[in-house]
């Protein structure tokens, strides 16, 4: 076993349920598990491993509970610009279904080193499109490369076209296959106990792209396993809600609850067009949401409640989204926005206290770890896994806002962060990865984009 030790950090965020900040704090962590912390006085004076974290501020891992990786292919593309979910997906099919294995594995490394420099430790991402032999396997290798903890989230899409679903069937699957694979990526990847740093989720990809039978088989699937969890887009347009009332008769979060889609295994992304019945029945059974507010605001796709979530007991996360529709992957950035999209949106007009600063971090951390099933990350307390990250707090962003200066990592300009440790290993230190080498891999990157979409 190696030891770590983290001293004088000028402030050190818990996250725990106290909420405790201690200033010139610190962190002792045995391999991969925070043995203690407490202020730097009092911590073991030697380790295999010192870092002077003087000037920083440290706080847990970011947790981002809903992304496409591959999607960094295709930031930007002119057709997608300007529209709206539906319009913004008939552009883009075509140019993913050029996709390979190759493709996966580039974009998975360039969307999780955004998301690492950016404070994530911990990311799910939503892979549901399969061409040309790509397979989950492709991006779950590179997340292993570049030391990630990773949810790798089988999606799918067996609803064509020709069957009343938005894809294009070329780019569909045959149910029986997606089952079949399902089943294999699990009992070959997934490791349900505590510190796991790979777990696989269940994901049908939305109700316009997969059947209701595909649902219940999935969920019937991953509950014949420990930890498998559901993931699934829902309640995320005004589209989407008249596709639910005219193909099934039922909104959207009643459709998914009658296919078994609800408890604490479930979580939803976007949840936009969500009433306050439906609020109460998701707190009840404790379904989450992963709430992506670049992105709905993006694609013009509403406000989701997140106020009214949190008041009601709901579960929510943070989620990036797919780079197509952000066009980013920095997480702490996504706090921010979730704190501004609170205080300005609703139906009653603007709440300068929609959503603290405390809240919004608290959704990053904590909140992102409770809707993926962990009780092992997103705090800074004893027994918990080493995942943590260091902000410098002296730069000119942060001038002038010494005195708080966790209020400054959410209302100030979004930072790169100076160091980040993911499971008791150092995966960046002065601002740089440590497990890639960057140039390369986005020259490699930009050379399949340019490919695919021109």
Known sequence: ?????????????????NHRALRDGGLFVRDNVIEQIGPSAELPAQ???????????????????????????????????????????KALYPIWAKMDAEAVYISTLVGCAELMLSGCTTASDHLYIFPNGARLDDEIRAAQEIGIRFHASRGSMSLGESKGGLPPDRVVENEDDILRDSRRLIETYHDPQPLA??????????????????????????RSYQNVHL???????????????????????????????????VWYAHGVHINKHEIKRMARVRSGVAHCPSSNMR??????????????????????????????????????QALLLQRVGGPKGGNPAGLTAQEALWLATRGGAEVLGRDDIGQLTPGKAADFIAVNAHTLDFAGCQHDLLAALI????????????????????????????????????????????
């Open 231 to 265: 993931h699934t887009h829902l309640a995320e347009t005004k589209d989407e809600e008249n596709f639910c009332l005219e193909k099934f008769g039922a909104r959207p979060v009643a459709y998914a609850e009658q296919l078994g889609w609800a408890g604490a295994d």
């Open 299 to 336: 694609l013009a796709s509403g406000i989701a409640p997140v106020r009214a979530y949190l008041d009601s007991g709901v579960r929510v996360g943070l989620g990036v989204d797919g780079s197509a529709s952000n066009d980013g992957s920095h997480l702490l950035a996504e706090a921010r």
């Open 1 to 17: 076993m190696s030891t770590l030790l983290i001293r004088n950090a000028s402030l050190l965020i818990t996250m725990d349920d």
């Open 47 to 89: 380790a295999d491993q010192t870092i002077d974290a003087r000037g920083k501020v440290i706080l847990p891992g970011l947790v981002n509970t809903h992304h496409h990786l591959y999607q960094t292919l295709t930031r930007a593309v002119p057709a997608a610009q300007n529209a709206t979910l539906f319009g913004w997906l």
């Open 197 to 222: 740093m790979l777990r696989i989720v269940l994901a049908p990809c939305s109700p316009f792209s997969v059947t209701p039978d595909l649902m219940r088989q999935a969920a019937t699937l991953a």
């Open 411 to 454: 209302f100030c300009a979004p930072q790169k962060i100076d160091l980040s440790v993911i499971n008791g290993k150092v995966v960046v230190q002065d601002g740089r990865l440590t497990t890639l080498d960057l140039g390369p891999a986005i020259e490699r990157h930009n050379a399949i984009s340019r490919r695919m979409i021109e």
